[in-house]
Nanobody
């Protein structure tokens, strides 16, 4: 099984930046030692969870929620079994618990039902 642990969430002012990190441990049953596809999701207070960004194994293909395009960047380091989310120009509406997720398949999905492994989440609060 794979365990995912996020870090980096904190209180930040509008317009500020944060970098979230997620480290994978354990093992998959597939050809790689960390999930083929990694993603970030978020759940704002009182709302449903939504996808933010996803990335393939080589890091050559990414997908983003429209609302974060141009502000957020997802990346990964497979040697460190880590995925990152660089968040710039933060807005109050980015306030949420951010979750790291992984799936064994190679399709870069933005659907949470496609992800098998989840972290516990890290709180990001953007104050205006």
């Amino acid at each position: 099984q794979v365990q995912l642990v996020e870090s980096g969430g904190e209180l930040v002012q509008t317009g500020g930046s944060l970098r979230l990190s997620c480290v994978a441990s354990g093992h998959t049953d597939g050809p790689t030692d960390s999930p083929l596809t990694m993603a970030w999701f978020r759940q704002p207070p009182g709302k449903e969870r939504e996808s933010v960004a996803a990335i393939n194994w080589p890091g050559s293909f990414t997908r983003y929620l429209e609302a974060v395009k141009g502000r957020f960047t997802i990346s990964r380091d497979n040697v460190k079994k880590s995925v990152y989310l660089q968040m710039n120009s933060l807005k109050a509406e980015d306030t949420a618990v951010y979750y790291c997720a992984g799936r064994s398949g190679g399709y870069v999905s933005l659907e949470d039902r496609d992800y098998e492994w989840w972290g516990q989440g890290t709180q990001v609060t953007v104050s205006s």
